[in-house]
Nanobody, 120 residues
Framework: QVQVVESGGGLVQPGGSLRLSCTAS????????LGWYRQAPGNERDLIAT???????????TMKGRITISREITKDRGMSAANLHMSSLQPEDTAVYYC??????????WGQGTQVTVSS
């Protein structure tokens, strides 16, 4: 099994930057992709970006142009982390940010989320 834990959230001023980390553990050899999502109160959980073990990235329009996703590979084991660098943050970016590990076509593992609050 795979577990993922998010970190790096917090309070940031408008226009600021933040780096979130998603650390995977367990059977990381089985991870095909790691993704970042976010959910604001009263809203659905929306995809932000994904990265495959091979380094292929996808970005949704939600934060495109303001984010970069990268990965860390543990030698002989697999993808062990996915980092999300966010810049030019605005109050509407306030949400809980979640990491998701995909290990199969319909197999996903979610983390508990990390709160990001953009406020002056």
């Amino acid at each position: 099994q795979v577990q993922v834990v998010e970190s790096g959230g917090g309070l940031v001023q408008p226009g600021g930057s933040l780096r979130l980390s998603c650390t995977a553990s367990g059977s990381i050899w089985s991870i095909y992709a790691l993704g970042w999502y976010r959910q604001a109160p009263g809203n659905e959980r929306d995809l932000i970006a994904t990265i495959t073990e091979g380094g292929i990235t996808t970005y949704s329009d939600t934060m495109k142009g303001r984010i970069t996703i990268s990965r860390e590979i543990t030698k002989d084991r697999g993808m062990s982390a996915a980092n999300l660098h966010m810049s030019s943050l605005q109050p509407e970016d306030t949400a809980v940010y979640y990491c998701n590990a995909q290990t199969g076509p319909e197999s996903f593992t979610w983390g508990q989320g990390t709160q990001v609050t953009v406020s002056s």
